[in-house]
Protein backbone atom coordinates (compact mmCIF):
# COMPACT_ATOMS: atom_id res chain seq x y z
CA UNK A 1 0.00 0.00 0.00
CA UNK A 2 1.24 3.40 -0.52
CA UNK A 3 1.16 6.36 2.11
CA UNK A 4 2.23 9.65 2.93
CA UNK A 5 2.84 10.99 6.22
CA UNK A 6 2.60 14.51 7.27
CA UNK A 7 3.33 14.28 11.26
CA UNK A 8 2.96 18.20 11.68
CA UNK A 9 -1.08 19.11 11.50
CA UNK A 10 0.25 22.82 12.24
CA UNK A 11 2.75 25.46 12.22
CA UNK A 12 3.81 28.69 12.47
CA UNK A 13 6.39 30.88 11.11
CA UNK A 14 7.48 34.71 11.22
CA UNK A 15 7.14 36.41 8.54
CA UNK A 16 10.48 36.81 6.87
CA UNK A 17 11.91 33.45 8.23
CA UNK A 18 12.16 29.94 7.11
CA UNK A 19 10.63 27.00 7.60
CA UNK A 20 10.27 23.89 7.01
CA UNK A 21 7.68 21.06 6.42
CA UNK A 22 7.93 17.31 6.80
CA UNK A 23 6.41 14.58 4.40
CA UNK A 24 7.66 10.83 4.25
CA UNK A 25 5.80 8.15 2.16
CA UNK A 26 5.75 4.59 1.82
CA UNK A 27 6.41 2.38 -1.66
CA UNK A 28 7.63 -0.46 -2.82
CA UNK A 29 7.78 1.40 -6.30
CA UNK A 30 11.26 2.46 -8.05
CA UNK A 31 9.37 5.00 -10.54
CA UNK A 32 7.21 7.68 -9.13
CA UNK A 33 7.02 11.38 -8.39
CA UNK A 34 6.25 13.84 -5.29
CA UNK A 35 4.36 16.86 -5.27
CA UNK A 36 3.55 19.64 -2.54
CA UNK A 37 0.70 21.30 -3.60
CA UNK A 38 -0.43 24.51 -1.57
CA UNK A 39 -4.80 25.29 -0.30
CA UNK A 40 -5.04 28.75 0.93
CA UNK A 41 -8.47 29.58 2.30
CA UNK A 42 -9.98 30.20 -1.08
CA UNK A 43 -9.51 26.21 -1.15
CA UNK A 44 -7.89 26.26 -5.05
CA UNK A 45 -5.07 23.52 -5.00
CA UNK A 46 -1.75 24.96 -5.98
CA UNK A 47 1.34 23.12 -7.31
CA UNK A 48 4.30 24.33 -5.05
CA UNK A 49 6.91 21.94 -6.49
CA UNK A 50 7.23 18.63 -7.85
CA UNK A 51 10.24 15.94 -8.15
CA UNK A 52 10.99 13.52 -10.30
CA UNK A 53 11.93 10.29 -7.86
CA UNK A 54 14.67 9.15 -10.33
CA UNK A 55 16.74 12.51 -10.42
CA UNK A 56 19.14 13.13 -7.34
CA UNK A 57 19.23 17.08 -7.87
CA UNK A 58 16.30 18.20 -5.15
CA UNK A 59 13.94 20.50 -7.25
CA UNK A 60 13.39 24.14 -6.09
CA UNK A 61 10.83 27.01 -7.60
CA UNK A 62 11.85 30.35 -5.97
CA UNK A 63 11.47 30.80 -2.35
CA UNK A 64 10.61 26.89 -1.86
CA UNK A 65 12.87 24.28 -2.30
CA UNK A 66 12.50 20.54 -1.00
CA UNK A 67 15.09 18.20 0.79
CA UNK A 68 14.29 14.91 -1.11
CA UNK A 69 16.64 11.69 0.79
CA UNK A 70 15.12 8.41 -1.03
CA UNK A 71 16.67 6.22 1.08
CA UNK A 72 14.94 7.16 3.65
CA UNK A 73 11.93 8.12 1.76
CA UNK A 74 11.46 11.67 2.50
CA UNK A 75 10.15 14.93 0.80
CA UNK A 76 10.11 17.74 2.90
CA UNK A 77 9.55 21.81 1.51
CA UNK A 78 11.59 24.00 2.94
CA UNK A 79 10.31 27.87 2.71
CA UNK A 80 12.85 30.65 2.72
CA UNK A 81 11.90 34.40 3.17
CA UNK A 82 7.82 33.25 4.98
CA UNK A 83 5.47 36.00 3.25
CA UNK A 84 1.94 36.57 4.20
CA UNK A 85 0.57 35.10 1.52
CA UNK A 86 2.13 31.55 1.90
CA UNK A 87 -0.78 31.05 4.69
CA UNK A 88 -2.64 28.29 3.77
CA UNK A 89 -2.71 24.24 4.21
CA UNK A 90 0.30 22.29 2.27
CA UNK A 91 -0.34 18.83 1.05
CA UNK A 92 2.49 16.60 0.26
CA UNK A 93 1.57 13.97 -2.37
CA UNK A 94 3.22 11.22 -4.28
CA UNK A 95 2.02 9.75 -7.88
CA UNK A 96 2.62 5.99 -9.15
CA UNK A 97 1.01 3.85 -11.56
CA UNK A 98 -1.84 6.76 -12.15
CA UNK A 99 -2.52 6.89 -8.68
CA UNK A 100 -2.46 10.11 -6.67
CA UNK A 101 -2.16 9.77 -2.87
CA UNK A 102 -1.79 12.90 -0.71
CA UNK A 103 -1.37 13.49 3.20
CA UNK A 104 -3.42 14.94 5.31
CA UNK A 105 -1.67 18.35 5.51
CA UNK A 106 -0.05 20.79 7.22
CA UNK A 107 -1.37 23.90 8.17
CA UNK A 108 1.17 26.77 8.01
CA UNK A 109 0.32 30.34 9.70
CA UNK A 110 3.00 33.13 8.55
CA UNK A 111 2.88 35.50 11.51
CA UNK A 112 3.10 39.41 10.49
CA UNK B 1 -7.78 29.12 -21.61
CA UNK B 2 -10.22 28.50 -18.50
CA UNK B 3 -8.42 25.63 -17.02
CA UNK B 4 -10.11 22.95 -14.97
CA UNK B 5 -14.16 24.17 -14.74
CA UNK B 6 -16.45 22.49 -12.02
CA UNK B 7 -20.44 22.63 -11.71
CA UNK B 8 -21.94 23.43 -9.29
CA UNK B 9 -20.14 24.93 -6.94
CA UNK B 10 -22.14 23.99 -3.98
CA UNK B 11 -25.15 21.39 -4.05
CA UNK B 12 -27.78 20.37 -0.93
CA UNK B 13 -29.04 16.78 -1.71
CA UNK B 14 -31.36 14.76 0.27
CA UNK B 15 -30.09 10.73 1.08
CA UNK B 16 -31.54 8.80 -1.90
CA UNK B 17 -31.08 11.95 -4.49
CA UNK B 18 -28.92 11.06 -7.32
CA UNK B 19 -26.86 13.54 -9.47
CA UNK B 20 -23.95 14.38 -11.80
CA UNK B 21 -21.19 16.80 -10.64
CA UNK B 22 -19.39 18.09 -13.95
CA UNK B 23 -15.97 18.98 -14.65
CA UNK B 24 -14.52 20.07 -17.96
CA UNK B 25 -10.93 21.17 -19.11
CA UNK B 26 -9.79 22.78 -22.15
CA UNK B 27 -5.70 21.91 -22.25
CA UNK B 28 -6.36 18.17 -24.16
CA UNK B 29 -5.16 16.78 -21.27
CA UNK B 30 -5.77 12.79 -21.32
CA UNK B 31 -5.22 12.51 -17.57
CA UNK B 32 -8.50 13.34 -15.32
CA UNK B 33 -9.09 12.42 -11.30
CA UNK B 34 -11.80 13.09 -9.04
CA UNK B 35 -11.13 13.43 -5.18
CA UNK B 36 -13.21 13.93 -2.46
CA UNK B 37 -11.49 16.43 0.54
CA UNK B 38 -12.39 15.58 3.84
CA UNK B 39 -11.51 17.40 7.44
CA UNK B 40 -8.20 15.58 8.94
CA UNK B 41 -8.08 13.19 5.83
CA UNK B 42 -6.68 15.22 2.89
CA UNK B 43 -7.38 14.31 -0.82
CA UNK B 44 -8.51 10.39 -1.86
CA UNK B 45 -8.90 9.40 -5.30
CA UNK B 46 -12.30 8.30 -6.04
CA UNK B 47 -11.50 7.50 -10.22
CA UNK B 48 -9.50 8.30 -12.40
CA UNK B 49 -8.99 8.31 -16.31
CA UNK B 50 -5.86 7.96 -18.94
CA UNK B 51 -7.61 8.97 -21.75
CA UNK B 52 -11.60 8.86 -23.65
CA UNK B 53 -13.42 5.98 -23.40
CA UNK B 54 -10.94 4.52 -20.37
CA UNK B 55 -11.44 5.00 -16.56
CA UNK B 56 -10.61 3.10 -13.65
CA UNK B 57 -11.52 3.03 -9.65
CA UNK B 58 -9.52 4.99 -7.12
CA UNK B 59 -8.74 4.65 -3.28
CA UNK B 60 -12.69 5.58 -2.16
CA UNK B 61 -15.29 4.47 -5.50
CA UNK B 62 -17.78 2.88 -4.00
CA UNK B 63 -21.08 5.41 -4.58
CA UNK B 64 -19.86 6.71 -7.60
CA UNK B 65 -19.67 6.14 -11.28
CA UNK B 66 -17.95 8.18 -14.09
CA UNK B 67 -17.57 7.91 -17.56
CA UNK B 68 -15.23 9.37 -20.12
CA UNK B 69 -17.14 9.87 -23.87
CA UNK B 70 -14.84 12.92 -24.97
CA UNK B 71 -10.98 14.22 -23.90
CA UNK B 72 -12.61 17.21 -22.28
CA UNK B 73 -15.59 16.08 -19.69
CA UNK B 74 -15.17 13.62 -16.84
CA UNK B 75 -18.67 13.73 -15.04
CA UNK B 76 -18.99 12.23 -11.71
CA UNK B 77 -22.32 10.62 -11.11
CA UNK B 78 -24.04 10.52 -7.56
CA UNK B 79 -26.16 7.21 -7.85
CA UNK B 80 -27.86 7.34 -4.82
CA UNK B 81 -26.83 9.63 -2.45
CA UNK B 82 -25.72 9.18 1.29
CA UNK B 83 -24.61 11.62 4.43
CA UNK B 84 -21.22 9.85 4.20
CA UNK B 85 -20.95 11.75 1.08
CA UNK B 86 -20.53 15.16 2.29
CA UNK B 87 -17.48 16.76 0.93
CA UNK B 88 -15.49 18.80 -1.16
CA UNK B 89 -15.20 17.09 -4.51
CA UNK B 90 -11.96 18.16 -6.63
CA UNK B 91 -11.54 17.25 -10.40
CA UNK B 92 -7.97 17.40 -12.04
CA UNK B 93 -6.45 16.90 -15.06
CA UNK B 94 -2.67 16.46 -16.31
CA UNK B 95 -0.99 15.93 -19.67
CA UNK B 96 0.08 12.47 -18.30
CA UNK B 97 0.12 10.75 -15.31
CA UNK B 98 3.36 12.07 -13.78
CA UNK B 99 2.96 15.45 -14.61
CA UNK B 100 1.42 18.31 -12.79
CA UNK B 101 -2.12 18.12 -11.90
CA UNK B 102 -4.34 20.88 -12.25
CA UNK B 103 -7.16 21.14 -10.02
CA UNK B 104 -10.51 23.10 -10.46
CA UNK B 105 -12.62 25.41 -7.81
CA UNK B 106 -14.01 21.89 -6.38
CA UNK B 107 -18.13 21.40 -5.36
CA UNK B 108 -19.32 21.17 -2.03
CA UNK B 109 -21.81 18.78 -1.86
CA UNK B 110 -23.94 18.62 1.39
CA UNK B 111 -26.36 15.05 1.92
CA UNK B 112 -29.07 15.47 4.26
Known amino acids: AQTVTQSQPEMSVQEAETVTLSCTYD???????LFWYKQPPSRQMILVIRQEAYKQQNATENRFSVNFQKAAKSFSLKISDSQLGDTAMYFCAFMTGNQFYFGTGTSLTVIP | NAGVTQTPKFQVLKTGQSMTLQCAQDMNHEYMSWYRQDPGMGLRLIHY???????DQGEVPNGYNVSRSTTEDFPLRLLSAAPSQTSVYFC???????????FGPGTRLLVL
Open chain 2, 92 to 102: ASSSAGGETQY
Open chain 2, 49 to 55: SVGAGIT
Open chain 1, 27 to 33: TSENNYY
